[in-house]
């Protein structure tokens, strides 16, 4: 089946630091969804994205869908103790009439004070 | 206000009993899925359901068993026929059809099998 190979798995930061995370595939996605996961708590959608090439803000996050449409990068602008968490990437395709998603491995955010 | 709810947020189970998880949403959603999401991994499809009386297997059905006989309910019956229960397992909604239908999730329930 599908795979999302998202990178890096974890990240320690400091506070105030910008944040780079991207997911990459081998097979072409008609949307990319980034989700932020708290501990314990079930996914917080971010940002969609549905246009090759598109770039999307939402505060201090932006989101870009790849031309190829096989991957995308999400960036966090000046970290925040409430960044903290495990941020998935989800890439939606079309399969047997439904709308799928195909999620990554997820990249865990510490950030020191 | 519209969300999904799931219930209950943790639960305990002796081997080789059944066990069913409520996912419950009042978005209006016509799509409803279960994920099980395993320590450092991402969330895996177990099935989905489209309308109402009508769903399919995802990625990991074995095991598992679902109902939609509600537009609002989509419970998940883990039977002891699973090897592996013990995980988080979180439901999600979407309105279908179209392009922008992304998926929301509810809370989550911690299954732990003793």
């Known amino acids: 089946g599908q795979q999302l190979n998202q990178s890096p798995q974890s990240m320690f930061i400091q506070e105030g630091e910008d944040v780079s995370m991207n997911c990459t595939s081998s097979s072409i996605f008609n949307t990319w969804l980034w989700y932020k996961q708290d501990p314990g708590e079930g996914p917080v959608l971010l940002i969609a994205?549905?246009?090759?090439?598109e770039l999307t803000s939402n505060g201090r996050l932006t989101a870009q869908f790849g031309i190829t449409r096989k991957d995308s990068f999400l960036n966090i602008s000046a970290s925040i103790p409430s960044d903290v968490g495990i941020y998935f990437c989800?890439?939606?395709?079309?399969?047997?009439?439904?709308?799928?998603?195909?999620f990554g491995q997820g990249t865990r955010l510490t950030i020191n004070p | 206000d519209g969300g999904i709810t799931q219930s209950p947020k943790y639960l305990f189970r002796k081997e080789g009993q059944n066990v069913t998880l409520s996912c419950e949403q009042n978005l209006n959603h016509d799509a409803m899925y279960w994920y099980r999401q395993d320590p450092g991994q991402g969330l895996r499809l177990i099935y989905y359901s489209q309308i109402v009386n009508d769903f399919q297997k995802g990625d990991i059905a074995e095991g598992y068993s679902v109902s939609r006989e509600k537009k609002e309910s989509f419970p998940l019956t883990v039977t002891s026929a699973q090897k592996n229960p013990t995980a988080f397992y979180l439901c999600?909604?979407?309105?279908?059809?179209?392009?922008?239908?992304?998926?929301?999730f509810g809370p989550g329930t911690r299954l732990t099998v003793l």
């Open positions: 999600a909604s979407s309105k279908i059809p179209g392009t922008y239908n992304e998926q929301f």
């Open positions: 994205l549905y246009k090759a090439g």
């Open positions: 989800a890439g939606q395709l079309r399969e047997q009439g439904a709308q799928k998603l195909v």
